[in-house]
């Protein structure tokens, strides 16, 4: 038998009133109340009838993300962030692929528009004008994460992709190297690809290292192009005593390449990977690697967006702040 509100006021030792605004976010309860009455419902199995009261409130109670159809084990933490903060707000979450460079981006808002979610989180996904227009005429709130729009017509949370290039690539030349490649970056990815580029460059040039273009080898941010990236230094008879990989899927993919051809890390090569997913602290040597809150990402992104429901208020963007996690995959030279 499915446990009721009377049931978990009886427990709380509270009115059905304040379990019902609790359950509802209705405010006019303390933090404190909040989580004794969610503890309680969850250890319970409370279930509310969504279709009844989405009827009554004309509200879904569920978030909507949209992320892109990638295989890189940073959306996990995001989805992760998003999922635990919607349900310690009593929303659900729905999840929907927006396929190759956000092609079937309008087929998702189509989706989210027929489940009627009440919050919409854009994982990655880079949208163009129209596209931000379209999110816009659903009339709910809507934040974007780890991306922007070119205009910034929309809110957005995540880390400043040039600077954190400059700190990868400095912290490299504050370890002695100089012939420093770049690996496994899309030229042509406004968001992460262009600005990690010029950060790159940045570095070298604020430190009087010349930018060769041969150093930087393109690729989409997977751990295959960042093997293509190692045979490609070894073929074309490039010398690089450390390489930056734009993700850790790229850094994996040279350390890989690295082996295969008998080369030690950080021995014969330093490499440092950008994102610090759970893999750079498995990878061997564990991996150097600039880091970005994605958990926290995801988790403030689905607040900012809860909020934004219940205030009716505009959502801001905000830049959060990177770190370096220094492992063992880069070795001081002299």
Request: aromatic share 8%; net charge negative.
């Given at each position: 038998?499915?446990?009721?509100?009377k049931?978990?006021?009886?427990?709380?030792?509270?009115?059905?009133?304040?379990v019902?605004?609790?359950?509802?976010?209705?405010?006019?309860y303390?933090?404190?109340?909040?989580?004794k009455?969610?503890?309680?419902?969850?250890?319970?199995g409370?279930?509310?009838?969504?279709?009844a009261?989405?009827?009554?409130?004309?509200?879904?109670?569920?978030?909507?993300?949209?992320?892109p159809?990638?295989?890189?084990?940073?959306?996990?933490?995001?989805?992760?962030?998003?999922?635990?903060?919607?349900?310690?707000?009593g929303?659900?979450?729905?999840?929907?692929?927006?396929?190759?460079?956000?092609?079937?981006?309008?087929?998702c808002?189509?989706?989210m528009?027929?489940?009627?979610?009440?919050?919409?989180?854009?994982?990655?996904v880079?949208?163009?004008?129209?596209?931000?227009k379209?999110?816009?005429?659903l009339n709910?709130p809507?934040?974007l994460?780890?991306?922007?729009?070119?205009?910034?017509?929309?809110?957005?949370?995540?880390?400043?992709?040039?600077?954190?290039?400059?700190?990868?690539?400095e912290?490299?030349?504050?370890?002695g190297?100089?012939?420093?490649?770049?690996?496994?970056?899309d030229?042509?990815?406004?968001?992460?690809?262009?600005?990690?580029?010029?950060?790159?460059k940045?570095?070298?040039?604020?430190?009087r290292?010349?930018?060769?273009?041969?150093?930087?080898?393109?690729?989409?941010?997977?751990?295959?192009?960042?093997?293509?990236?190692?045979k490609?230094?070894?073929?074309?008879?490039?010398l690089?005593?450390?390489?930056?990989?734009?993700?850790?899927?790229?850094?994996?993919?040279i350390?890989?390449?690295a082996?295969?051809h008998?080369?030690?890390?950080?021995?014969?090569?330093s490499?440092?990977?950008?994102?610090?997913?759970?893999?750079?602290?498995?990878?061997?040597?564990?991996?150097?690697?600039?880091?970005?809150?994605?958990?926290?990402?995801?988790?403030?992104?689905?607040?900012?967006?809860i909020?934004?429901?219940?205030?009716?208020?505009?959502?801001?963007?905000?830049?959060?702040?990177?770190?370096?996690?220094?492992?063992?995959?880069?070795?001081k030279?002299?």
């Amino acid at each position: 038998m499915n446990a009721t509100i009377k049931d978990i006021a009886k427990i709380a030792n509270v009115s059905t009133a304040t379990v019902s605004r609790v359950l509802n976010n209705a405010g006019g309860y303390n933090e404190t109340t909040r989580k004794k009455i969610m503890d309680i419902a969850n250890k319970l199995g409370y279930r509310r009838n969504e279709m009844a009261r989405s009827l009554v409130q004309n509200s879904s109670n569920i978030i909507g993300v949209i992320m892109p159809n990638a295989a890189t084990i940073f959306y996990a933490d995001i989805v992760n962030g998003i999922e635990s903060m919607a349900h310690t707000n009593g929303y659900s979450v729905i999840l929907s692929h927006s396929g190759v460079n956000g092609n079937r981006f309008n087929e998702c808002m189509d989706i989210m528009a027929a489940r009627k979610v009440d919050g919409l989180v854009i994982v990655t996904v880079e949208l163009n004008t129209e596209q931000v227009k379209l999110a816009e005429s659903l009339n709910i709130p809507f934040i974007l994460l780890s991306t922007d729009t070119p205009d910034n017509e929309a809110p957005y949370i995540k880390v400043n992709d040039f600077d954190a290039a400059y700190a990868a690539t400095e912290f490299l030349i504050i370890n002695g190297h100089t012939k420093i490649g770049l690996a496994g970056v899309d030229p042509n990815d406004r968001v992460a690809g262009m600005p990690r580029i010029e950060g790159y460059k940045k570095a070298l040039e604020d430190n009087r290292i010349k930018f060769h273009s041969y150093m930087v080898k393109f690729g989409d941010f997977s751990f295959y192009a960042g093997k293509e990236a190692m045979k490609e230094y070894l073929k074309e008879n490039i010398l690089v005593t450390a390489v930056f990989g734009v993700s850790d899927d790229v850094a994996l993919g040279i350390i890989s390449a690295a082996y295969d051809h008998d080369l030690k890390v950080p021995e014969d090569l330093s490499v440092i990977g950008y994102d610090n997913t759970r893999v750079a602290e498995m990878s061997i040597p564990p991996l150097t690697s600039i880091s970005q809150p994605f958990l926290e990402m995801g988790e403030e992104g689905c607040q900012r967006v809860i909020e934004a429901i219940h205030s009716k208020k505009g959502i801001s963007s905000k830049i959060i702040s990177y770190s370096l996690e220094i492992r063992e995959s880069v070795k001081k030279i002299m």
